[in-house]
Protein backbone atom coordinates (compact mmCIF):
# COMPACT_ATOMS: atom_id res chain seq x y z
CA UNK A 1 0.00 0.00 0.00
CA UNK A 2 1.14 3.19 -1.12
CA UNK A 3 0.78 5.90 2.09
CA UNK A 4 2.02 9.47 2.38
CA UNK A 5 2.00 10.97 5.31
CA UNK A 6 1.98 14.22 4.55
CA UNK A 7 0.11 17.17 6.09
CA UNK A 8 -2.54 18.95 3.91
CA UNK A 9 -3.36 21.76 5.23
CA UNK A 10 -5.43 22.81 2.81
CA UNK A 11 -8.23 20.16 3.03
CA UNK A 12 -9.04 21.88 6.01
CA UNK A 13 -10.68 24.43 3.99
CA UNK A 14 -11.59 23.08 0.59
CA UNK A 15 -14.29 24.83 -1.84
CA UNK A 16 -17.19 23.55 -1.96
CA UNK A 17 -19.62 23.54 -4.80
CA UNK A 18 -22.47 25.61 -4.06
CA UNK A 19 -20.58 27.29 -0.76
CA UNK A 20 -19.55 30.58 -2.27
CA UNK A 21 -19.99 33.84 -0.35
CA UNK A 22 -23.84 34.99 -0.34
CA UNK A 23 -24.57 31.23 -1.11
CA UNK A 24 -26.21 28.85 2.24
CA UNK A 25 -23.28 26.01 3.09
CA UNK A 26 -24.25 22.82 2.06
CA UNK A 27 -23.21 19.64 3.07
CA UNK A 28 -20.69 17.50 1.20
CA UNK A 29 -21.57 14.24 -0.20
CA UNK A 30 -21.02 11.53 1.79
CA UNK A 31 -18.36 10.09 -1.13
CA UNK A 32 -16.66 13.47 -1.35
CA UNK A 33 -16.39 13.43 2.52
CA UNK A 34 -14.83 10.60 2.75
CA UNK A 35 -12.23 11.07 -0.40
CA UNK A 36 -11.11 13.96 1.64
CA UNK A 37 -10.46 12.24 4.39
CA UNK A 38 -8.95 9.50 2.97
CA UNK A 39 -6.73 12.67 1.43
CA UNK A 40 -5.70 14.48 4.20
CA UNK A 41 -4.85 11.38 5.73
CA UNK A 42 -2.39 11.00 2.83
CA UNK A 43 -3.60 7.47 1.92
CA UNK A 44 -3.19 7.17 -1.79
CA UNK A 45 -3.58 3.17 -2.30
CA UNK A 46 -4.91 1.50 -5.11
CA UNK A 47 -8.37 1.40 -3.84
CA UNK A 48 -8.47 5.39 -3.49
CA UNK A 49 -6.58 5.63 -7.19
CA UNK A 50 -9.44 3.33 -8.34
CA UNK A 51 -12.15 5.69 -6.60
CA UNK A 52 -10.70 8.83 -7.78
CA UNK A 53 -10.62 7.98 -11.37
CA UNK A 54 -14.31 6.27 -10.99
CA UNK A 55 -16.16 9.13 -9.57
CA UNK A 56 -19.24 10.78 -11.51
CA UNK A 57 -20.28 12.54 -7.87
CA UNK A 58 -20.01 16.35 -8.39
CA UNK A 59 -18.89 17.11 -4.67
CA UNK A 60 -16.02 14.15 -4.49
CA UNK A 61 -14.51 15.45 -8.12
CA UNK A 62 -14.22 19.02 -6.29
CA UNK A 63 -12.74 17.46 -3.76
CA UNK A 64 -10.28 15.87 -5.81
CA UNK A 65 -9.27 18.29 -8.14
CA UNK A 66 -9.11 21.06 -5.58
CA UNK A 67 -6.52 18.97 -3.84
CA UNK A 68 -4.78 18.09 -6.90
CA UNK A 69 -4.59 21.75 -7.64
CA UNK A 70 -3.03 22.33 -4.43
CA UNK A 71 -0.39 19.40 -4.15
CA UNK A 72 0.60 21.66 -7.40
CA UNK A 73 1.08 24.78 -5.63
CA UNK A 74 2.67 23.20 -3.17
CA UNK A 75 5.60 21.18 -5.10
CA UNK A 76 6.07 23.41 -8.29
CA UNK A 77 4.44 26.24 -7.48
CA UNK A 78 1.77 28.65 -9.90
CA UNK A 79 3.79 29.02 -12.83
CA UNK A 80 2.59 26.97 -16.46
CA UNK A 81 5.66 26.04 -18.48
CA UNK A 82 5.68 26.77 -22.00
CA UNK A 83 7.53 24.60 -24.92
CA UNK A 84 7.04 25.30 -28.18
CA UNK A 85 5.92 22.50 -30.23
CA UNK A 86 8.19 22.11 -33.25
CA UNK A 87 6.47 19.48 -35.11
CA UNK A 88 9.66 19.12 -37.57
CA UNK A 89 8.58 16.18 -39.60
CA UNK A 90 5.93 13.16 -40.18
CA UNK A 91 7.83 10.67 -42.36
CA UNK A 92 7.49 7.91 -39.97
CA UNK A 93 9.30 4.37 -40.21
CA UNK A 94 6.69 2.86 -37.53
CA UNK A 95 3.32 1.73 -37.93
CA UNK A 96 1.60 2.40 -34.69
CA UNK A 97 -2.07 1.48 -35.09
CA UNK A 98 -3.33 4.35 -33.71
CA UNK A 99 -1.76 6.95 -35.37
CA UNK A 100 -2.87 9.25 -38.08
CA UNK A 101 1.51 9.74 -39.27
CA UNK A 102 1.58 6.21 -39.08
CA UNK A 103 3.57 4.74 -42.03
CA UNK A 104 0.58 2.57 -43.83
CA UNK A 105 -1.01 5.92 -43.81
CA UNK A 106 -0.87 6.70 -47.84
CA UNK A 107 -3.05 9.50 -47.77
CA UNK A 108 -1.13 12.08 -46.27
CA UNK A 109 1.81 14.31 -47.88
CA UNK A 110 5.53 13.64 -45.94
CA UNK A 111 7.31 16.42 -45.21
CA UNK A 112 10.22 17.47 -43.21
CA UNK A 113 11.54 20.96 -42.01
CA UNK A 114 15.01 21.78 -43.16
CA UNK A 115 17.34 23.22 -40.82
CA UNK A 116 16.87 26.92 -40.86
CA UNK A 117 13.58 26.81 -40.42
CA UNK A 118 13.55 24.75 -37.48
CA UNK A 119 16.61 26.94 -36.01
CA UNK A 120 14.26 30.12 -36.63
CA UNK A 121 11.09 28.67 -35.38
CA UNK A 122 13.38 27.68 -31.98
CA UNK A 123 14.48 31.69 -32.08
CA UNK A 124 10.79 32.83 -32.51
CA UNK A 125 9.77 30.96 -29.08
CA UNK A 126 13.06 32.56 -27.80
CA UNK A 127 12.22 36.04 -28.27
CA UNK A 128 8.85 35.05 -26.89
CA UNK A 129 9.96 34.47 -23.67
CA UNK A 130 9.19 30.72 -24.03
CA UNK A 131 12.25 29.37 -22.59
CA UNK A 132 11.66 25.59 -23.93
CA UNK A 133 11.19 24.10 -26.93
CA UNK A 134 9.91 20.28 -28.07
CA UNK A 135 11.56 19.04 -31.19
CA UNK A 136 8.93 16.54 -31.73
CA UNK A 137 8.51 13.85 -35.53
CA UNK A 138 7.82 10.91 -36.61
CA UNK A 139 10.50 7.85 -36.10
CA UNK A 140 13.19 7.46 -38.06
CA UNK A 141 16.91 6.21 -36.91
CA UNK A 142 18.56 6.83 -40.08
CA UNK A 143 21.98 8.39 -39.96
CA UNK A 144 21.07 11.31 -42.13
CA UNK A 145 17.92 11.72 -39.46
CA UNK A 146 20.45 11.94 -36.40
CA UNK A 147 22.63 14.05 -38.07
CA UNK A 148 19.21 16.52 -38.80
CA UNK A 149 18.95 16.33 -35.62
CA UNK A 150 22.31 16.77 -33.60
CA UNK A 151 22.93 19.45 -35.71
CA UNK A 152 19.40 21.24 -35.12
CA UNK A 153 20.05 21.00 -30.88
CA UNK A 154 23.23 22.55 -31.53
CA UNK A 155 22.19 25.39 -33.73
CA UNK A 156 18.97 25.96 -31.91
CA UNK A 157 21.13 26.06 -28.72
CA UNK A 158 23.86 28.78 -30.02
CA UNK A 159 21.05 30.58 -31.85
CA UNK A 160 18.75 31.09 -28.74
CA UNK A 161 21.28 32.75 -26.43
CA UNK A 162 19.62 35.82 -24.94
CA UNK A 163 20.86 37.55 -21.58
CA UNK A 164 17.79 36.14 -20.20
CA UNK A 165 18.53 32.39 -21.31
CA UNK A 166 22.51 32.44 -21.78
CA UNK A 167 22.70 28.90 -22.48
CA UNK A 168 19.70 29.15 -24.91
CA UNK A 169 16.25 27.37 -24.99
CA UNK A 170 15.69 24.27 -22.97
CA UNK A 171 15.13 21.08 -25.76
CA UNK A 172 13.06 18.64 -25.41
CA UNK A 173 13.14 15.52 -27.52
CA UNK A 174 10.36 13.74 -28.79
CA UNK A 175 11.30 11.78 -31.72
CA UNK A 176 10.75 8.20 -30.19
CA UNK A 177 13.11 5.20 -29.62
CA UNK A 178 16.48 5.50 -30.77
CA UNK A 179 19.92 3.25 -29.72
CA UNK A 180 21.81 4.47 -26.56
CA UNK A 181 24.74 5.97 -28.40
CA UNK A 182 22.13 7.98 -30.82
CA UNK A 183 20.18 9.05 -27.33
CA UNK A 184 23.89 10.20 -25.68
CA UNK A 185 24.88 11.62 -29.00
CA UNK A 186 21.57 14.33 -28.48
CA UNK A 187 22.86 14.90 -25.00
CA UNK A 188 26.05 15.81 -25.33
CA UNK A 189 24.66 18.30 -28.09
CA UNK A 190 22.61 19.66 -26.05
CA UNK A 191 19.48 18.31 -25.05
CA UNK A 192 18.31 17.65 -21.96
CA UNK A 193 14.49 16.14 -21.65
CA UNK A 194 13.34 13.34 -24.01
CA UNK A 195 9.45 12.41 -23.75
CA UNK A 196 8.79 8.69 -25.05
CA UNK A 197 5.32 7.69 -23.68
CA UNK A 198 4.33 4.00 -22.96
CA UNK A 199 0.91 4.54 -24.63
CA UNK A 200 -0.05 1.98 -22.43
CA UNK A 201 1.70 -0.07 -19.38
CA UNK A 202 -0.09 -3.02 -20.45
CA UNK A 203 1.94 -5.08 -21.96
CA UNK A 204 -1.11 -7.01 -23.86
CA UNK A 205 -2.74 -3.40 -24.46
CA UNK A 206 0.70 -2.20 -26.02
CA UNK A 207 0.85 -5.66 -28.38
CA UNK A 208 -2.99 -4.61 -29.48
CA UNK A 209 -1.91 -1.15 -30.36
CA UNK A 210 1.70 -1.69 -32.17
CA UNK A 211 2.88 -4.31 -34.92
CA UNK A 212 4.86 -7.28 -33.39
CA UNK A 213 8.13 -5.29 -34.56
CA UNK A 214 7.54 -2.80 -31.80
CA UNK A 215 8.07 -4.34 -28.62
CA UNK A 216 7.33 -3.02 -25.05
CA UNK A 217 10.38 -4.43 -23.32
CA UNK A 218 12.32 -2.30 -25.80
CA UNK A 219 10.71 0.73 -25.33
CA UNK A 220 11.24 0.58 -20.99
CA UNK A 221 14.43 -0.13 -21.76
CA UNK A 222 14.73 2.97 -24.28
CA UNK A 223 13.32 5.12 -21.00
CA UNK A 224 15.99 3.64 -18.45
CA UNK A 225 18.80 4.21 -21.09
CA UNK A 226 17.28 8.17 -21.22
CA UNK A 227 17.50 7.94 -17.35
CA UNK A 228 21.31 6.19 -17.10
CA UNK A 229 22.31 9.22 -19.34
CA UNK A 230 20.90 11.75 -17.19
CA UNK A 231 17.94 13.15 -19.34
CA UNK A 232 14.77 14.30 -17.36
CA UNK A 233 12.58 11.70 -18.54
CA UNK A 234 9.11 11.83 -19.46
CA UNK A 235 6.36 8.99 -20.27
CA UNK A 236 2.95 9.26 -20.81
CA UNK A 237 -0.10 6.95 -21.81
CA UNK A 238 -3.13 7.37 -23.85
CA UNK A 239 -6.82 7.50 -21.89
CA UNK A 240 -9.66 5.69 -22.97
CA UNK A 241 -8.37 3.31 -25.20
CA UNK A 242 -10.58 0.54 -26.04
CA UNK A 243 -10.11 -2.59 -24.05
CA UNK A 244 -8.51 -0.36 -21.27
CA UNK A 245 -10.08 -0.59 -17.43
CA UNK A 246 -10.01 1.67 -14.94
CA UNK A 247 -7.67 -0.73 -13.45
CA UNK A 248 -4.92 -0.71 -16.12
CA UNK A 249 -5.21 3.46 -15.68
CA UNK A 250 -4.26 2.56 -11.78
CA UNK A 251 -1.19 0.71 -12.98
CA UNK A 252 -0.36 3.05 -15.76
CA UNK A 253 -0.66 5.58 -12.74
CA UNK A 254 1.73 3.26 -10.32
CA UNK A 255 4.13 2.48 -13.77
CA UNK A 256 4.73 6.37 -13.58
CA UNK A 257 5.66 6.18 -9.66
CA UNK A 258 7.93 3.01 -10.02
CA UNK A 259 9.68 4.27 -13.02
CA UNK A 260 10.53 7.62 -11.20
CA UNK A 261 9.71 9.61 -14.23
CA UNK A 262 10.05 13.55 -14.00
CA UNK A 263 7.36 14.55 -16.31
CA UNK A 264 4.27 13.14 -17.93
CA UNK A 265 2.85 14.10 -21.13
CA UNK A 266 -0.39 11.93 -21.67
CA UNK A 267 -4.13 12.53 -23.18
CA UNK A 268 -7.11 11.05 -24.15
CA UNK A 269 -7.30 8.99 -27.11
CA UNK A 270 -8.54 9.95 -30.20
CA UNK A 271 -9.65 7.87 -33.21
CA UNK A 272 -8.14 8.87 -36.57
CA UNK A 273 -10.04 8.06 -39.84
CA UNK A 274 -6.85 6.26 -41.77
CA UNK A 275 -5.64 5.17 -38.25
CA UNK A 276 -8.39 2.54 -36.94
CA UNK A 277 -8.01 0.12 -34.78
CA UNK A 278 -8.09 -3.33 -35.21
CA UNK A 279 -11.40 -4.68 -35.37
CA UNK A 280 -13.13 -1.30 -35.45
CA UNK A 281 -13.36 -1.45 -31.61
CA UNK A 282 -16.57 0.94 -29.79
CA UNK A 283 -14.85 3.92 -28.41
CA UNK A 284 -16.21 5.89 -25.07
CA UNK A 285 -18.20 8.59 -25.76
CA UNK A 286 -16.22 11.86 -25.40
CA UNK A 287 -17.70 13.28 -22.23
CA UNK A 288 -16.18 10.22 -20.70
CA UNK A 289 -13.15 10.18 -22.37
CA UNK A 290 -12.07 13.93 -21.27
CA UNK A 291 -13.51 13.47 -17.45
CA UNK A 292 -11.46 9.91 -17.25
CA UNK A 293 -7.97 12.14 -18.79
CA UNK A 294 -8.68 14.78 -16.31
CA UNK A 295 -9.20 12.18 -13.51
CA UNK A 296 -5.79 10.88 -14.85
CA UNK A 297 -4.28 14.01 -14.33
CA UNK A 298 -5.33 14.71 -10.52
CA UNK A 299 -4.30 10.92 -9.93
CA UNK A 300 -1.01 11.30 -11.11
CA UNK A 301 -0.20 14.62 -9.05
CA UNK A 302 -1.45 13.97 -5.82
CA UNK A 303 0.89 10.60 -6.57
CA UNK A 304 3.78 12.01 -8.06
CA UNK A 305 3.73 15.79 -6.42
CA UNK A 306 6.61 17.30 -8.25
CA UNK A 307 6.73 16.16 -11.41
CA UNK A 308 6.06 18.30 -14.50
CA UNK A 309 2.56 17.31 -16.22
CA UNK A 310 1.05 18.79 -19.46
CA UNK A 311 -1.78 19.77 -20.27
CA UNK A 312 -1.63 18.31 -23.71
CA UNK A 313 -3.57 19.59 -26.72
CA UNK A 314 -5.42 16.73 -27.02
CA UNK A 315 -7.48 17.73 -24.50
CA UNK A 316 -8.37 20.88 -26.37
CA UNK A 317 -9.43 18.20 -29.35
CA UNK A 318 -11.73 17.01 -27.00
CA UNK A 319 -13.82 20.40 -25.26
CA UNK A 320 -12.74 23.97 -26.36
CA UNK A 321 -11.54 24.66 -22.33
CA UNK A 322 -9.53 20.90 -22.33
CA UNK A 323 -6.46 22.89 -21.46
CA UNK A 324 -7.72 25.12 -18.90
CA UNK A 325 -9.13 22.43 -17.47
CA UNK A 326 -5.83 20.24 -17.25
CA UNK A 327 -4.58 22.89 -15.64
CA UNK A 328 -7.45 23.09 -12.77
CA UNK A 329 -6.74 19.52 -12.44
CA UNK A 330 -2.92 19.99 -11.54
CA UNK A 331 -1.09 20.56 -15.03
CA UNK A 332 1.69 22.61 -14.98
CA UNK A 333 2.74 22.63 -18.36
CA UNK A 334 1.45 23.95 -22.13
CA UNK A 335 3.11 23.05 -25.50
CA UNK A 336 1.74 25.96 -27.84
CA UNK A 337 1.93 25.12 -31.40
CA UNK A 338 4.71 26.96 -33.52
CA UNK A 339 4.92 24.34 -36.18
CA UNK A 340 4.39 26.07 -39.06
CA UNK A 341 1.27 26.29 -40.46
CA UNK A 342 1.63 25.27 -43.82
CA UNK A 343 2.91 21.43 -42.51
CA UNK A 344 0.45 21.52 -39.12
CA UNK A 345 -2.57 20.06 -41.14
CA UNK A 346 0.25 16.83 -42.49
CA UNK A 347 0.61 16.70 -38.55
CA UNK A 348 -2.42 15.25 -37.93
CA UNK A 349 -2.23 12.83 -35.07
CA UNK A 350 -5.63 12.18 -34.43
CA UNK A 351 -8.92 13.48 -36.05
CA UNK A 352 -10.03 17.39 -34.94
CA UNK A 353 -6.88 18.17 -34.10
CA UNK A 354 -6.84 22.25 -33.20
CA UNK A 355 -5.27 25.33 -33.97
CA UNK A 356 -4.47 24.70 -37.23
CA UNK A 357 -5.12 27.53 -38.97
CA UNK A 358 -4.06 29.81 -36.22
CA UNK A 359 0.03 31.11 -36.67
CA UNK A 360 2.41 31.12 -34.03
CA UNK A 361 1.81 35.23 -32.71
CA UNK A 362 -2.20 34.33 -32.39
CA UNK A 363 -1.55 30.69 -30.32
CA UNK A 364 0.52 33.13 -27.88
CA UNK A 365 -1.95 35.47 -27.30
CA UNK A 366 -4.77 32.88 -26.99
CA UNK A 367 -2.41 30.73 -24.49
CA UNK A 368 -1.76 33.62 -22.24
CA UNK A 369 -5.68 34.26 -21.53
CA UNK A 370 -6.51 31.20 -21.83
CA UNK A 371 -3.45 30.38 -18.40
CA UNK A 372 -4.66 33.89 -16.86
CA UNK A 373 -8.33 32.72 -16.89
CA UNK A 374 -7.60 30.16 -14.42
CA UNK A 375 -5.62 31.89 -12.45
CA UNK A 376 -2.04 31.08 -13.49
CA UNK A 377 1.28 32.76 -14.56
CA UNK A 378 3.37 32.08 -17.14
CA UNK A 379 6.94 31.14 -16.45
CA UNK A 380 9.01 33.56 -18.50
CA UNK A 381 12.35 33.18 -19.86
CA UNK A 382 13.27 29.59 -18.30
CA UNK A 383 13.43 26.10 -18.69
CA UNK A 384 10.64 25.11 -16.30
CA UNK A 385 12.38 21.66 -15.32
CA UNK A 386 10.94 19.37 -13.59
CA UNK A 387 10.87 19.67 -9.75
CA UNK A 388 11.13 16.01 -9.70
CA UNK A 389 14.42 16.04 -11.66
CA UNK A 390 16.30 18.78 -9.74
CA UNK A 391 15.48 17.26 -6.65
CA UNK A 392 16.75 13.71 -7.17
CA UNK A 393 19.63 15.37 -8.74
CA UNK A 394 20.49 17.49 -5.52
CA UNK A 395 23.11 15.41 -3.78
N1 LIG B 1 7.15 9.47 -32.88
C1 LIG B 1 7.26 10.07 -31.60
C2 LIG B 1 6.32 11.24 -31.37
C3 LIG B 1 5.09 11.36 -32.16
S1 LIG B 1 3.53 11.02 -31.58
C4 LIG B 1 7.03 9.06 -30.52
O1 LIG B 1 6.54 7.97 -30.83
O2 LIG B 1 7.35 9.33 -29.39
C5 LIG B 1 3.35 11.73 -30.00
C6 LIG B 1 2.23 11.13 -29.21
O3 LIG B 1 0.98 11.35 -29.83
C7 LIG B 1 2.28 9.60 -29.09
O4 LIG B 1 3.14 9.20 -28.08
C8 LIG B 1 0.83 9.23 -28.83
O5 LIG B 1 0.59 9.03 -27.45
C9 LIG B 1 0.04 10.45 -29.30
N2 LIG B 1 -0.96 10.02 -30.29
C10 LIG B 1 -0.75 9.46 -31.48
N3 LIG B 1 -1.93 9.11 -32.06
C11 LIG B 1 -2.90 9.45 -31.19
C12 LIG B 1 -4.31 9.34 -31.18
N4 LIG B 1 -4.96 8.76 -32.19
N5 LIG B 1 -4.99 9.81 -30.11
C13 LIG B 1 -4.33 10.38 -29.07
N6 LIG B 1 -3.00 10.51 -29.01
C14 LIG B 1 -2.28 10.05 -30.05
Redesign the pocket.
Known sequence: MTTQAVKIEWMKAPVRPGSGPGQPARPRSAAAQEMAERLAGGILDRATLHRILATTDADELEVIRHAAEQTLLQHCGDTVRLRGLIEFSNR?V?D?H????RRSNKAVDRYALELDEIVETAQWCAQKGYGSIVL????RRDAKFVQLVTDAIQAIKAGTRTPELPDGVGITL????QSPETYARWYEAGAHRY???M?SSLPSLFAALHPPEQSYASRVACLRSLKDIGYQVGT???IGLPGQSLDDLVDDVLFFQELGVDMI????????EQ?VLPGNPAILDVDTRLQLSLKMIAATRLLLRDVNIAATT?LQALSETGREQGLRYGANVIMPQVTPPRVRRMYT??DGKPCLDDNAEQCATCLEGRIHSVGRRVLRNGWGDSAHYLKRNAV
Not at 98 to 101: F, Q
Not at 174 to 177: P, Q
Open positions: CLCYCGIQSGECVGELLREGVMGMGPYIPHAALY
